[in-house]
């Protein structure tokens, strides 16, 4: 585990050198899909803080097994149904995978200013992968809009996957254009809430194959499974 996390952590820094930023612009998030809660301890023994899970019934169960690490900083990426909005929502995780009307209208039944939820809108990387989710971006600024009007909800930027089978010049493509219309949304919803440009926009994008892509392109988190935790135990069934 140290020496994958030593691997990854030196492709990071090779990819901030070549765009001239530091380690610290960029979150490292451990995606832990079915893999133990010992390896998911040994990797925050390791000095990692921000743990992510896909599926709603495995991410409860995690996190009440990891409630004892005290700096542990939970993210929700994988698609979330809309009955499982609320349980999710309660834990005061970031929830990468905003994706549509139905499920930000149960995402707005808990959210108050006293107990926000936060959230990224997950958007479309290419529109063309059919296998992926996200809202498109012809759609994004109607949900933008409602995002803004709602003072419990804390938008902090966009998430986008990639296409699983692309190559690095389609995918740099893909990526550069997905942050411009990420920051052109960004920039135009800004107005309606001035708080908001005075933070610093999230970009939840880039995977183990394809981070340094991603971190050139403009990514602020890169959410990495297998190059830190190895290849997934073939039986696993979580919802």
């Known amino acids: 585990m140290r020496q994958r996390l030593e691997l990854v952590r030196s492709r990071i820094s090779t990819a901030l050198i070549h765009i001239g930023k530091k380690t610290d ?11 133990s809660v010992s390896s998911i301890r040994e ?4 000095g990692i803080r921000d743990f992510a899970e896909n599926y709603a019934q495995e991410f409860l169960k995690k996190r ?7 700096e542990i ?15 999710i929502a309660q834990t005061s995780c970031l929830i990468h995978s905003l994706d549509r009307i139905s499920l930000l209208d149960e995402l707005l039944k808990i959210a108050t200013p006293l107990h926000p939820v936060r959230v990224l809108l997950q958007l479309q990387v290419d529109p063309n992968d059919r296998n992926k989710s996200g809202c498109a971006f012809e759609d994004a600024s109607k949900l933008c809009a409602k995002i803004s009007q ?10 986008g996957m990639g296409p699983a089978e692309s190559s690095s010049e389609m995918l740099l493509m893909l990526y550069d254009k997905f942050v ?4 052109q949304l960004w920039e135009e919803h800004s107005l309606r809430d001035p708080s908001r440009a005075l933070r610093p926009m999230k970009i939840s ?15 602020t988190h890169i959410r990495i499974g297998s190059a830190l935790f ?7 069934h979580a919802t």
């Open 25 to 35: 612009d960029i979150i490292l998030v451990a995606v832990g899909k079915g893999h």
């Open 43 to 46: 990797l925050y023994d390791l």
């Open 64 to 70: 009440v097994e990891l409630a004892d690490l005290p």
């Open 73 to 87: 900083r939970w993210h929700f990426i994988g698609h979330l149904q809309s009955n499982k909005a609320k349980s």
């Open 150 to 159: 709602h003072p419990g909800l804390i938008w902090d930027g966009f998430m």
């Open 180 to 183: 411009r219309r990420a920051s």
């Open 205 to 219: 994008l880039g995977m183990s194959d394809d981070l340094e892509i991603a971190i050139r392109c403009g990514a």
């Open 230 to 236: 190895g290849p997934r135990p073939k039986k696993h």
